[in-house]
């Protein structure tokens, strides 16, 4: 099994699904979106970040590295060329102002972490998410994470860009997710390539995906629109992916507002930012207009809390779905929605 | 019950302006300044005088304490000024002024001697008081009591045990803890029921028959004194009723002369039933409410209210709603108007502070306590329309006093009023906080409470939980700031603030090196004999002020309205209440975790690879982390461990960090086992809370750094909530925090305060949010990890910084959370206002603290005072240049120059006629003194005259000892500082001396040995004789 490196497990969030959730964020993604606001999730490996408002300036990587990639003057410290990720220096430093960041985490020490708030996701109608980078890079480790926390009877839910292989993602992935939240990005191919990175073919699966999800799965699927000034902020590919997601009967979707306070973040790997990006919030002006391209939406253009996407098996439900993975069907038919009040 | 019913829901959706009688009360009350009221003073000193006189007759007076007490109630009452505000529909008040300070002679009065002349004008919190009244106060109230305070007699009473003993001596460093017996016995909740009820003409024929069932033996003679004392304080309530049924009569002839009619017939209305209420049971929910009222106004007369709280009066007065409800005799909505005067003539008297105690406890209300919702005696949902009702009256009126508290149970009580407190938190943004029936039930019984009076608990003052009406719990007994162990155990028995020695004083209690030290064990042995040595003092003086207490100053109307001590013929401090134990509180819980953690995992334990030597970790806390080091290899050194230490995740709030875990709950545990070890005087146990008041942040600004990343000067975190940057995950610190008490060994209950970013007020859809997140880590905390209490402040840190930075703009009622109770944020000295700033806020949005941007040193040092020192004095920079030489030679060293000054131009004085007028007839010496013995000045008054030695033989009534010049000169210049600070060109002189008695003591920079009270009067004669002189100079410039 391909055991991913995780570089964050962030406790007590609402804003990665509905209710109280755990968001475990995959390092590795197959795009490479300029807007992207974990800029440290798109490289599968182990990266070194700086943060300079910890930084003593005591020196002590300098003293440690061996490549003299580290270097006290240096504003950044690390002279990313020489730099080979050995992490001597994160080890060294006494401020965590360098830190390794991504490490794996074996399945039963990320359950453990996870259940931990098992009680808050109930009471909130929350759970657990399964985002990135890309989290479908490694289907088997996050299935059986996924399949593991629906036996303890969380609400399991994914956050993907989309391009992932159809067949090994029903298999193993959509059995044990209760929510699939999927980015709309572009819907023009062409501008495809230069947005994230990824070619055309990339867009013709990523939206054939769409339609698989939206139609078996459609009651278990978010799409979701970013909304970056300069890319897709655009009237013409707003309105066009308004008129995808009609074609496709899908109501239920969320706009996503441009947040850039990320910088900083891609300062600390020392990877540039895309000029093009804008460095301001969205004007509330902009994002009525946004939202107009979005005519007869139903549902407010953001997240929607808990109810009815929520989840729940009783005891009864576990004992019988023991045969781990049974086909899609059998297994699909046990989720029920329960309205919950509490436990 | 449990069923609400819809107009009482509707009620959510009204506001202030439906209740116009409550929006004038309410600006009426805001507007109206504090001022301070003689009354109580000055009958009680007639009182005794009378007694006094009457006893020179006689051979001695044949009165016994408890006896004496009831006549003086009666007394008290019977001639107390019955005062019916414009409009309120309740008759009575605590003093004769809107907003009145009560001064009790008994207790602290005496401590705002010297600043009659300018408590009006100083700065934070002044008390208005005219020239007559501080004239009174001088020359007739104050001098009857200079040997008759309890903290006087209480002393007197330690030196005819041989000396003063140690525990007063360490409680006067305060630097370690205060006890509060000195100022009342309150910290409870009386049982209004029983007055309900029987009325209190029942209550005296009850005390009658048991009195006439007593024998002549010696024994029950105090109990016959007891049971008479009942009666004569309750006539007096009585008569006070009665004279304001008569104020009601004469103010309605008055308004219907005034064509008012309405209000005339409200008046009309009121003199009906208080010509037989509260002597009668009441009959309508007015009057109940009225009664109520009034017995707490006398309750007010006997002791000074410090947390007298008035419990569950949601369950209390339900029977009488309930009966005008169905009558048709009122509507919800006159009910809201009902409580709503009910809450603002609680809040309409103010605690006296004087100026020095700003400092630690500036901005309390008098934390009044009403506790509403839970469960009922039987355990089955007790929320009724009455507590909606009264929840809407918090949310209309948003008053710090009464401070409202939440009772909760996860599974009984219904989501729907879950869902309204939380709705109401957000709206108020400060209250009410929540108390969980759950845990708390299970923490009483564990102190031998039945379950149906343990279900049957209200909060008292901040949050301590207690059996309501028949418990006295003097839940606030004692403050002990735990950090001082911690302090003692690092520096081998000394206390870097106070800076003396195990050598030097043997008072000091000396442990062994920390250099010596092989494990952690060694060191948590030294923690725990540290630890010992303190609760030992902290027993022993809070018992014999009890026992003073009960010799001079018995409470009868208390006793009369709580369960046990009529059947026992006792008075409460004399263990008559049922239920008898006494409370401590904590500070500075998480900042000794942290710091003992720290030690483990970098001292003794590996330290992840990074290991500090103990001396290194001595020396870097010692220097602040290498700031005030002069080496700067050493200083960078000290810079890196204090990094290690402070990114660490073995933190009081990291769920996952067992060290920290272990920790805490190893010093809980120790706390408790020894506390309920010991016995107080009324023969209960003690028990251990963890609430802070404003404490935390007056003591955290005087301790140095700690081995947890603690810098100097921080204020600490408040309750039992986790250092602000040290817990950065909401869901983390709940599950440590509750995981903490699983022993339940918090009996005296907890703080864990809460501070969110608000949801943008225009946006319905992130509110909703808010609240589905709020309400479910509410409900686990409560039912999964059995928390016992919640408190938060929904609201933003930028907001905050702006009304403390301009202190001018803040709203007088934005009010805010401290630490268990509300507080007006204007009212709070600039040090507990910073601590509520730098707090930890959760954004409840990602789960996360929200800490980039508000890191140490994101802020400017705080001053003395946070709005910029009055310029008195119109000089010109060359004659402020001038005068700033001059100030500084005498601030650097010339004590003796200026004490001879000062004596010298004082005896010239006596022969003006108004200063001899203000002399009266003082008798008594004092003794100032320099520690190194380089000053050394006897002050002798006789009869109002004044002298001056340089030896004497007779012993001085007290002795101030000053650590050197500079002290004494800061001390004696105090009561001008306002003019120095505008000599001294270069800085705010309050920020760098200290001026009063208290910070002086705090600080070490002096000592005082005998009766207080001495010097406070020459504190008011030296402060006069200043103030004189430094006036003329505002007329010349």
């Not at chain 1, 479908?136 to 989309?162: F, K, P, S, W």
């Not at chain 2, 309890?150 to 000396?163: M, P, S, Y």
Request: glycine share 8%; hydrophobic share 40%; charged share 25%.
């Amino acid at each position: 099994m391909k055991v991913p490196l995780i570089f964050d497990v962030r406790r007590g969030s609402t804003e990665d699904g509905p209710g109280i959730r755990t968001a475990v964020f995959f390092k590795g993604c197959n795009l490479g979106c300029a807007w992207c606001h974990n800029p440290e999730s798109i490289d599968p490996g182990e990266e070194i970040g700086f943060f300079a408002q910890h930084c003593i300036a005591c020196g002590d990587c300098e003293k440690v590295c061996l490549e003299a990639a580290c270097r006290v003057d240096n504003p950044g410290r690390i002279e990313r060329r020489l730099c080979t990720r050995c992490g001597a220096c994160a080890d060294a430093c006494p401020a965590k102002a360098l830190r390794r960041i991504g490490r794996p985490y074996p399945v039963e020490e990320l359950m453990e972490l996870l259940l931990m708030d098992a009680p808050f996701y109930h009471a909130s109608r929350g759970g657990v998410t399964l985002s990135g980078g890309e989290p479908t890079l490694c289907m088997e480790y996050a299935g059986d994470i996924l399949q593991r926390l629906q036996e303890h009877a969380v609400h399991t839910a994914i956050e993907t860009n989309g391009f992932f292989a159809w067949d090994e993602f029903r298999e193993t992935i959509l059995p044990y997710v209760d929510l699939v939240m999927m980015d709309v990005k572009v819907i023009d191919p062409l501008k495809h390539p230069a947005f994230t990175g990824a070619s055309n073919a990339a867009h013709e699966l990523i939206i054939e995906n769409l339609r698989r999800l939206a139609g078996e799965y459609r009651s278990r699927l978010l799409a979701r629109v970013p909304l970056i000034p300069g890319f897709t902020a655009e009237t013409g590919n707003l309105e066009g992916i308004a008129a995808l997601l009609r074609s496709l009967g899908l109501e239920r979707y969320a706009l996503l507002p441009y947040n850039p306070t990320w910088f900083h973040k891609a300062a600390a790997i020392g990877r540039s930012t895309d000029p093009r990006l804008s460095t301001r919030m969205l004007t509330p002006d902009k994002l009525e207009r946004c939202k107009a391209c979005f005519p007869g939406n139903k549902v407010p253009a953001s997240l929607p809390q808990g109810k009815g996407i929520h989840t729940r098996r009783s005891a009864r439900d576990k004992e019988g779905s023991s045969g781990k993975s049974g086909d899609v069907k059998s297994v699909s038919k046990k989720v029920h929605r329960v309205k919950t009040r509490r436990a | 019950m449990g069923t609400i019913s819809a107009e009482v829901l509707g009620l959510e959706r009204l506001t202030l302006n439906d209740w116009p009688r409550l929006k004038r009360l309410r600006e009426a009350h805001f507007d109206a300044e504090s001022a301070i009221c003689l009354e109580l003073a000055r009958n009680t000193t007639t009182f005794f005088r009378n007694q006094e006189r009457n006893a020179g007759k006689a051979t001695r007076s044949s009165d016994t304490p408890e006896l004496a007490a009831g006549k003086l109630y009666e007394f008290v009452m019977s001639r107390k000024k019955p005062v019916i505000d414009d409009e309120s529909l309740l008759a009575g008040t605590t003093t004769t002024k809107p907003k009145g300070v009560v001064l009790y002679p008994h207790f602290l009065a005496l401590t705002i001697w010297p600043e009659l002349e300018t408590i009006a004008e100083r700065q934070k919190n002044p008390f208005q008081v005219s020239e007559k009244d501080w004239k009174e106060l001088n020359a007739t109230i104050f001098p009857f009591w200079m040997d008759g305070t309890i903290q006087e007699v209480a002393r007197k009473d330690f030196a005819a045990n041989g000396g003063t003993p140690e525990s007063q001596r360490v409680m006067e460093r305060i630097a370690f803890f205060l006890a509060s017996k000195a100022y009342c016995i309150s910290h409870t909740i009386p049982d209004y029921q029983v007055m309900l009820q029987k009325g209190l003409k029942g209550i005296i024929h009850e005390a009658e028959q048991k009195e006439q069932g007593l024998r002549f033996t010696e024994a029950d003679r105090t109990k016959r004194d007891f049971y008479r004392s009942v009666q004569h304080s309750l006539r007096g309530i009585i008569s006070y009723a009665e004279k304001l049924s008569r104020e009601a009569e004469r103010q309605a002839l008055r308004m219907e002369r005034k064509k008012d009619f309405k209000r005339a017939g409200e008046l009309r209305v009121m003199s009906e039933y208080l010509k037989r209420t509260p002597a009668l049971p009441p009959q309508t929910f007015q009057e109940a409410l009225n009664a109520l009222w009034i017995c707490k106004i006398a309750l007010h007369q006997e002791n000074a209210n410090v947390a007298l709280s008035l419990g569950r009066l949601d369950q209390i007065l339900y029977p009488f709603y309930k009966k005008d409800i169905e009558s048709g005799h009122i509507t919800p909505r006159d009910a809201v108007e009902l409580v709503g005067c009910l809450w603002l003539k609680i809040a309409d008297h103010v605690p006296l502070v004087p100026e020095a105690s700003e400092e630690l406890f500036g901005g309390t209300g008098s934390n009044q306590a009403i506790t509403l919702g839970g469960v009922d005696r039987e355990g089955s949902d007790g929320v009724n329309d009455l507590t909606y009702v009264m929840l809407e009256v918090t949310e209309l009126l948003r008053l710090r006093d009464p401070n409202v508290n939440a009772r909760y149970h996860p599974i009984v009580n219904k989501t729907e009023y879950r869902d309204r407190l939380a709705r109401l938190n957000l709206k108020t943004r400060a209250t009410p906080c929540f108390h969980n029936d759950m845990a708390v039930v299970e923490l009483l019984k564990t102190q031998g409470v039945s379950e149906a009076d343990a279900r049957d608990y209200g909060a008292v003052g901040c949050v301590e939980p207690t059996s309501c009406g028949r418990t006295y719990g003097a839940t606030g007994t004692c403050l002990v700031n735990l950090t001082s162990v911690l302090e003692l155990t690092l520096f081998q028995g000394r206390h870097r603030l106070t800076g003396i020695s195990g050598a030097d004083a043997p008072v000091w209690h000396a442990s062994p090196s920390p250099g010596t030290m092989q494990s952690f064990d060694d060191f948590k042995a030294a923690f725990n004999q540290n630890l010992d040595w303190l609760v030992g003092h902290v027993v022993q003086l809070n018992n014999n002020l009890g026992i003073t207490h009960h010799k001079i100053h018995p409470t009868p109307m208390l006793s009369a309205m709580m369960e046990g001590c009529m059947e026992k013929g006792r008075d409460v401090i004399d263990g008559g209440a049922t239920y008898n134990s006494s409370g401590v509180a904590l500070i500075g819980l998480a900042e000794v975790v942290d710091a003992i953690t720290a030690v483990e995992e970098f001292v003794f334990a590996n330290g992840n690879g990074k290991k500090i030597p103990m001396p290194d970790m001595i020396a870097a806390i010692t220097t602040n982390w290498g700031s005030e080091e002069r080496d700067e290899a050493r200083a960078a050194l000290y810079r890196k461990y204090h990094a290690m230490v402070k990114t660490s995740r073995n933190k009081f709030g990291y769920d996952t960090s067992p060290m920290a875990l272990k920790n805490a709950t190893w010093i809980v545990d120790r706390l408790h086992e020894k506390f309920q070890a010991r016995r107080n005087y009324r023969g209960g146990p003690y028990t251990v809370g963890y609430w802070t008041m404003t404490n935390h942040a007056g003591f955290g600004v005087l301790m140095g750094a700690f081995p947890s990343g603690r810098v100097k000067g921080k204020p600490f975190a408040s309750g039992i909530t986790p250092v602000e940057g040290f817990a950065p995950e909401l869901l983390s610190s709940l599950r440590f925090v509750g995981s903490l008490d699983e022993t339940r060994h918090m009996v005296n209950g907890q703080a864990l305060n809460l501070k969110f970013t608000p949801p943008p007020a225009d946006d319905e859809e992130k509110k909703a949010a808010f609240l589905n997140s709020f309400s479910a880590d509410l409900d686990v905390y409560f039912k999964d990890y059995q928390g016992i209490q919640v408190q938060c402040n929904i609201i933003g840190r930028e907001e905050l910084w702006k009304a403390h930075k301009n202190p001018a703009e803040c709203p007088p009622d934005l009010f805010v959370r401290v630490s268990g109770y509300t507080a007006y944020f204007k009212d709070l000295n600039p040090h507990m206002q910073r601590e509520i700033i730098l707090r930890a806020e959760y954004d409840i949005g990602s789960g996360q603290e929200v800490w980039d941007g508000w890191k140490e040193g994101a802020y400017e040092p705080v001053s003395g005072a946070a709005a910029p020192a009055k310029r008195r004095l119109n000089l010109t920079p060359a004659t402020r240049k001038g005068l700033d030489a001059v100030m500084k030679w005498l601030l650097a060293d010339s004590a003796e120059v200026v004490l001879n000054g000062l004596l010298g131009w004082m005896w010239l004085q006596q022969i003006n006629p108004k200063f001899r007028g203000l002399l009266g007839d003082f008798t008594g010496i004092l003794l100032f003194q320099t520690r190194d013995g380089s000053v050394r000045k006897y002050v002798q008054f006789r009869d109002g005259r004044l002298e001056t030695h340089e030896k004497m033989t007779e012993k001085p009534n007290v002795t101030i000892t000053f650590t050197d010049g500079t002290a004494l000169v800061n001390f004696l210049f105090s009561p001008v500082r306002g003019y120095l600070n505008d000599f001294i060109a270069d800085g705010d002189v309050d920020a760098q001396h200290s001026f009063d008695i208290l910070t002086g003591m705090l600080k070490n920079e002096l000592t005082v040995d005998g009766n207080l009270n001495y010097l406070y009067r020459f504190g008011f004669l030296a402060n006069h004789l200043l103030l004189e002189a430094f006036r003329p100079l505002v007329i010349f410039s």
